[in-house]
């Protein structure tokens, strides 16, 4: 029940941030910031048995391995960003919050030309 | 992967509750600067075990979606 695991882990890691927020607000980002990590690695492993299943998926279909790895690396990017952006605007740091959220979206729109390119090419061959 | 490492919040929370109190003693007692440097002090100390997991998570993260 990793589930519980990580609402104790919340609810204690809450108690302690409010009693030391008043006195030492710099700590009390660092460990809000811990406690995010926390709880992020505990999920993160669960999202394996998922990714294995989505190839295995992938394989009995048309699609490539090369769409896929794409997919993931996207979703990656988009995890770890919005952790960074959360992070920033939890630290009252919206404006860097927000151009991080730009170099993610940014770098995911990179990671998809490939796949806008294959799209391209299969409606160039649908024309006549 | 193991259960969860509980004890590095309660060992960053004990740390930030005692240079929150080393802090208030140095300033009551006169040493304005002393103070300054034990939460500067302290603030790094943290920042690097901070600084350690995120590295471990975001490796995790991009073993598992093939970076």
């Not at chain 1, 979206?105 to 806008?116: E, H, T």
């Not at chain 2, 009551?28 to 901070?50: H, K």
């Not at chain 2, 997991?53 to 979606?65: H, K, P, T, V, Y």
Request: charge should be neutral.
């Amino acid at each position: 029940m990793d589930i519980v695991a990580i609402v104790f882990l919340a609810v204690v890691g809450v108690v302690l941030l409010i009693i030391l927020r008043q006195t030492r607000p710099e700590l009390a980002l660092l460990l809000s910031l811990l406690l995010g990590v926390l709880i992020f690695a505990t999920a993160v492993p669960r999202i394996g048995m998922i990714v294995n299943t989505l190839g295995s998926i992938a394989g009995k279909t048309e699609v490539g391995s090369l769409h896929l790895s794409t997919l993931l690396k996207i979703v990656g990017v988009a995890y770890i960003a919005e952790f960074g952006a959360q992070i920033c605007r939890d630290a009252q740091e919206g404006a860097i919050a927000t151009k991080v959220e730009l170099a993610g979206k940014v770098i995911i729109m990179a990671l998809s030309v490939p796949i806008v390119l294959v799209i391209l090419d299969s409606v160039l061959q649908l024309l006549p | 992967m193991g259960g969860i490492n509980y004890l590095v919040i309660l060992q960053v929370a004990v740390f930030g509750f005692v240079i929150a109190i080393l802090h208030s003693i140095l300033e009551n007692s006169g040493r304005e600067e002393y103070a300054q440097l034990l939460v500067l002090l302290g603030v790094i100390v943290v920042m690097f075990t901070v600084i350690r997991w995120m590295n471990e998570l975001f490796s995790s993260i991009r073993a598992m979606f093939q970076f």
